[in-house]
């Protein structure tokens, strides 16, 4: 009696769904001496929803603070 092997199982889920969280920072260092930084990030998302047609959305966005102050050099 022959053993039969089990057909394999895709563990891939069907419809897939990709998403990324991003951050940034980045402090500006005007030729004044001034100073400003800038913060921000996004959500992106994409998945498969019907017969190869897929849905992506991209949210971000940025903040930043009034520039300061020239700093004193020393």
Do not use: C
Not at 8 to 17: F, I, Y
Not at 51 to 74: C, H, K, N, Q, Y
Request: hydrophobic share 40%.
């Amino acid at each position: 009696m022959a053993a039969q092997a089990a057909p394999p199982q895709n563990s891939e889920p069907k419809h897939p769904l990709d998403v990324a969280f991003t951050y940034d920072a980045t402090l500006s260092d005007l030729a004044t001496g001034k100073d400003f930084w800038v913060q921000g990030g996004s959500v992106r998302a994409a998945g498969e929803l019907y017969r190869g047609m897929s849905a992506v959305a991209d949210l971000g966005g940025e903040f930043t603070r009034p520039i300061s102050t020239p700093r004193a050099w020393t």
